[in-house]
């Protein structure tokens, strides 16, 4: 390493020199037993972790790292663990949304405010990933990825087991159709090891995009969380983020235009959880890449679903990783013209060469550009007077059948609402109806929550219907399907049209005209809303509050207003 070279390392502003300050830090270093040698100049390299037994999925992460320091000490680096909120799917409420973007605060002020040359991200559970993504890329350092990979297959009496399996296996108890023995048997067969959700959920998804934008290494994707070749991965990732700083691979270079547009084909090809396009939307404008919810559509249109996968198809995480995992999808998708393969990776060469020569070892999980699973595939964006902003909808998740339906409207006005009344036999709906949530948006509930996927009514169920038109201004986990309608923009509660829908109204969904439409007269509309009046605001202090007030809306990203954009890596000035 030349001197110069050595003098930009942000590290060395705290850790060289004769000063007291100089002395104060190396001192305070020293106190949990690093050597002299440490302070030489080496890249000093953050451990973003987001361990947590609050978040399982994450649980392994205490090990993981151990891994990753390895690989960063056997490069010549040093290494700086560090623990950030960690935002879990499972048990957090109201809904870890709230506090994905909380979390990107406090990954963006500590990296920004410590002696680190670059990080490495730790991130599984599904916020976890754009929260880290969201803080590191408005602080620019060297960033590389490492996601937790998926628990083991599950396995009910025998057959596989996903949690698409389980959200049906509730269906059939609530339908009468199995038993609570059932239910309690499945629940422990479900959740086999540490890691995150078995199917290609959110976590999942955006694991997968950490892997296609070049921020994470080949295979980061699918490689079970408790197989020893993440602990491989781990070191080398450990290893591969010395060498950029070196190289000065600032998160900017691999967070291209190129890189998002890659994202976007890639969530098409392995029928990727609609969250993906809050996150990346998010992400996006962190780093200052122009990426709009119409490129979703634009970009991912013609791009088939390559990947047999709960929730769209078949099979789990783990089939897929031992079909070939993630490399096989890109390398076919560059070799067809459908990525940018010259995009630059973490792994310091294009993305093309990162993933050529991947094998393909079962064609059953992982079709091809030539033979796809499903033509049909990605996210439809959906505009019309019930959506200015625009709607979100995963196609391949649906029941054909309801992709262009006119159907009457039976409006939910709050969760509290829908819970209520949604078994009631006394319900009038019935399989061609079209069930509205409102109040559930960023603002409204708040957080938006994944509440998207309403259930079917108890009495639909009983007559053997398996999929119902469903809009809302909520999100949905990307392990759930249907024939839902997600991220309806502007939200009922800052007064988009959703606040208006009235039961009984008729209400049209044509997926291939990308078109979502109450079907009243405008000045119908425009009479409901002028007599509209807004919800008192859910919260009236703390981090709460400051979430309601400055949150944007879902086709921006649901980031808070002043979030939006980066302020670098320029050494702060010390308090000594
Ligand atoms: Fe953590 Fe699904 S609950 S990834
Ligand atoms: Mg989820």
Redesign the pocket.
Known sequence: MSDEKKRMLRSQSWFEGRGAKNFAHRAWVRSRGVPTDHFDGRPVIGICNTWSEL???NSHFRDLAQHVREGILEAGGVPMEFPVISP???LTRPTAMLLRNLCSMDVEETLRANPLDGVVLMM???KTTPALLMGAASVNLPTIGLSAGPMFNGSFRGRPFGIKDAWNLAADLRAGRATNQDFEEAETCLTRSVG??NVM???STMASLVEAMGVGLPDNAAIPAQDARRRVLARMVGRRIVEMVREGLTLDKLLTRKAFENAIKVNAAIGGSTNAVIHLTAVARRMGVELTIEDWHQIGRDVPTLLNLQPSGRYMMQDFHEAGGLPVIIRDMCEAGLLHGDALTAAGITLAQANEGAVCLNPDVIHSVAQPFMANSGVAILRGNLCPNGAVIKPSAADPRLLKHRGRAVVFDSQQDLHRRVDDPALDIDADCIMVLRNCGPKGFPGMPELGMLPIPAKLLKQGVTDIVRISDARMSG?AFGAVVLHVSPEAAVGGALAVVQDGDLIELDVAGRRLDLLISDQELQQRLAAWTPPPAPASRGYAKLYVDTVNQAHDGCDLEFLVGRSGHDVPPAQH
């Open positions: 978040t399982p999925c879990g799917e499972m599984g559970c599904d995150v959700c959920g959110t976590a392990t």
